[in-house]
């Protein structure tokens, strides 16, 4: 099942960070009684919460027992309660979908300035948009997200590249080409057509 290194403890009981304010989780057999007891729970909640991405769901039920060893080592005997247990579990998990709607967004920005480079019109989903990057090579994929998805100027991502400008133009538009000779692949396979 899950792992019981959380936020620095080992299961063999050595504690990594802590200093002489903070509780020895690791000697305090009420925490681990607590996980063990909550775990299953936490993480079906999670499980669920994810449409059933088990890889997302231990993440964030990790994340999620990290947040409660911190409160309990700061002292807040309410982090072995399963009702702020499963506050701190909610708002992980919206928090994740925010930011995983951040990504999105940010990922659909590439597709929508594809459209600008030719005219291609058409807009892609996340899924759209990680297979279309999936068709490049690397060094395409990563100066597209670094002008596109990250917002840098040319000369910055000339700069983050160790290229000169008018290398890093070039690199532009040939990763801009590959990108309109990928749409078709995805297009095909995904349903996309170009109605606006």
Same mark, same amino acid.
């Given at each position: 099942?899950?792992?019981?290194r959380?936020?620095?403890?080992?299961?063999?009981?050595?504690?990594?960070?802590?200093?002489?304010?903070?509780r020895?989780?690791?000697?305090?057999s009420?925490? /681990?009684?607590?996980?063990?007891?909550?775990?299953?729970?936490?993480?079906?909640?999670?499980?669920?919460?994810?449409?059933?991405?088990?890889?997302?769901?231990?993440d964030?039920?990790?994340?999620?027992?990290?947040? /409660?060893?911190?409160a309990?080592?700061r002292g807040?005997?309410?982090?072995?309660?399963?009702?702020?247990?499963?506050?701190?579990?909610?708002?992980?998990?919206?928090?994740?979908?925010?930011?995983?709607s951040?990504?999105?967004?940010?990922?659909a920005?590439?597709?929508?300035?594809h459209?600008?480079?030719?005219?291609?019109?058409?807009?892609?989903?996340?899924?759209?948009?990680?297979?279309?990057?999936?068709?490049?090579?690397?060094?395409?994929?990563?100066?597209?997200?670094?002008?596109?998805?990250?917002?840098?100027?040319?000369?910055?991502?000339?700069?983050?590249?160790?290229?000169?400008?008018?290398?890093?133009?070039?690199?532009?538009a040939?990763?801009?080409? /590959?990108v309109?000779r990928?749409?078709?692949?995805?297009?095909?396979?995904?349903?996309?057509?170009?109605?606006?």
């Open positions: 099942m899950l792992d019981r959380i936020g620095g403890v080992l299961d063999d009981g050595v504690v990594m960070g802590t200093d002489a304010r903070e020895d989780v690791s000697s305090d009420s925490f /681990a009684a607590f996980y063990d007891a909550s775990v299953a729970e936490v993480f079906r909640y999670f499980r669920k919460g994810t449409g059933g991405d088990r890889r997302w769901a231990e964030l039920t990790q994340d999620t027992y990290t947040a /409660a060893v911190n309990y080592r807040l005997d309410d982090a072995l309660t399963m009702p702020w247990l499963m506050t701190v579990a909610r708002n992980k998990l919206i928090d994740s979908y925010r930011r995983r951040r990504e999105r967004s940010k990922l920005r590439i597709g929508s300035q459209h600008a480079i030719e005219t291609t019109e058409f807009e892609l989903d996340e899924h759209e948009a990680l297979e279309l990057l999936g068709h490049l090579i690397p060094i395409h994929r990563l100066v597209l997200v670094l002008r596109y998805v990250d917002d840098l100027s040319v000369g910055e991502v000339a700069e983050a590249l160790g290229r000169s400008v008018h290398a890093t133009e070039s690199l532009l040939r990763a801009r080409r /590959a309109q990928a749409i078709p692949h995805v297009a095909s396979r995904t349903g996309v057509t170009d109605d606006v």
